[in-house]
């Protein structure tokens, strides 16, 4: 019922690749009849629909059937993947999670009871409607995680349309709205997606080569490290035709670099929220900040400039917050933006904003600037207390890799650079130096608010 136009798809697309996984094809036809083996599975055992499922997993044959399976049945999924191990006994608790299906390495599925007891006006709406649903939990960078509760049903809908087939990379997490996203994208469309046993940038680029990849839905952040890290040189990827990116503010200077190596391959900045789903959006130019973002089923407002959202797609609510929503049913994004006619250009979350003496510094800008001076690898910027201006700007600077560096020299460039490029309330009035990474399991950049 709630899958069957995606099980039309598979048919009419049976003999083509589904999925690559460790190397290995997986047909349409063969996706078909696992989401129809876990249908029996499930209808077998005592999971039934509006029970809450978390699945752990990353993007393999088995853990798409499963969520599809589930899908059809009306189950509430919550998929878990690694990169929130930590986190995973307060998500359980938080989604008061009744089964745990987990899908190990060698793509084996094991089911477990739980003691959850899901009672929540969220989840009551959905099984009073009969209609799937999927918790999401924001990756909670600057505090706690947040768990989105969506009508399942409403997020398959845009998915009808059909739109292009293309061979796509899972990059962005199983748990991650993007990567729930790409999935249904590339299924509804007849696509192939090429899963990732690590997202390194050199075995990401080795995929795009030899899977013949033609679009890769990432981060900023990747895609400063695979400019960092060279890959490009040791792989051809001219397969490629599209690099989307989005969850956090792309750095101008690293799209700038990137387009002028790679001026074939189309850029999309892309906009999406856990609690929203993905808009549809489109760039002035690959070289551009600057997008429209909307579509059918979505409208934006600009109020006091900050993006705000009404989208039908939206999540019921939190099941761990208060609503997010207007009493009119706008989103409030937290996103500051510029406009220019029909396009915005997202500057960066209120909540990272740095006062300084009553001016506004967005990182995001900062970090542009100090990310192309040489042996600067990474950037991250935030400001700390100060008695006299409120806030100061402060940076923390991974160095380059294999790269020795003066670095009381090193501050001195920073300043000068930066004296050339920003204002002075801009320019960082501490530096630190720190070789731990600055981003997170999903390739995303964990700031300090100060």
């Not at 192939?192 to 033609?214: K, M």
């Amino acid at each position: 019922m709630f899958i069957d136009f995606l099980l039309q798809v598979f048919s009419d697309n049976r003999d083509k690749e589904a999925i690559i996984w460790r190397d290995q094809a997986f047909s349409y036809e063969w996706l078909s009849k696992r989401v129809r083996y876990w249908l029996n599975e499930i209808e077998k055992s005592e999971i039934e629909s509006g029970h809450v499922v978390m699945i752990e997993a990353d993007f393999s044959p088995e853990s798409v059937a499963i969520f599809l399976a589930l899908t059809e049945l009306g189950g509430i999924v919550v998929p878990l993947t690694k990169s929130v191990e930590a986190k995973k006994d307060e998500f359980i608790e938080t989604a008061m999670g009744q089964w745990l299906l987990q899908v190990d390495v060698d793509d084996n599925a094991s089911c477990q009871r739980l003691s959850g007891n899901p009672e929540h006006k969220c989840y009551a709406q959905l099984r009073n409607q009969g209609n799937p649903g999927l918790v999401l939990f924001s990756s909670g960078t600057t505090g706690k995680s947040k768990a989105a509760v969506h009508d399942l049903a409403k997020l398959l809908e845009k998915f009808k349309t059909p739109r292009h087939a293309l061979r796509g990379i899972s990059f962005l997490l199983y748990d991650h709205i993007g990567g729930v996203n790409t999935l249904l994208y590339m299924l509804a469309n007849g696509g192939c997606i090429v899963t990732l046993e690590n997202r390194q940038p050199d075995y990401v680029l080795s995929a795009i080569e030899r899977h013949s990849v033609e679009l890769l839905p990432t981060s900023p952040t990747f895609i400063n490290l695979i400019l960092l890290s060279e890959a490009y040189r040791r792989y051809d990827i001219s397969c490629l035709k599209t690099v989307t990116y989005g969850t956090e503010p792309m750095p101008e200077s690293t799209l700038l670099r990137f387009n002028s190596l790679f001026p074939h391959i189309r850029l999309l900045q892309t906009y999406g929220l856990s609690e929203l789903g993905i808009l549809r959006s489109k760039s002035k130019e690959s070289s551009s900040l600057w997008m429209k973002i909307g579509g059918e089923g979505f409208d934006t407002r600009i109020v006091d400039n900050m993006l705000e959202i009404k989208a039908h797609s939206a999540m019921l609510g939190y099941l761990n917050a208060p609503s997010p929503f207007t009493e009119d049913g706008w989103f409030i994004t937290g996103d500051m933006v510029e406009t220019d006619g029909e396009y915005i250009k997202v500057l960066g979350r209120k909540s990272e904003i740095i006062n300084v003496g009553g001016q506004k510094v967005y990182p995001a800008e900062v970090e542009s600037v100090l990310q192309t001076i040489s042996g600067v690898a990474e950037a991250e910027v935030f400001g700390e207390p100060n008695a006299l201006l409120g806030h100061v700007v402060c940076a923390k600077i991974r160095v380059a890799d294999g790269i020795e560096l003066d670095k009381k020299l090193l501050k001195r460039t920073i300043k000068r650079l930066c004296s050339e490029k920003l204002q002075s309330f801009q320019i960082p009035a501490k530096i630190t130096f720190d070789q731990g990474e600055q981003f997170s399991a999903r390739f995303k950049k964990q700031r300090n608010i100060g």
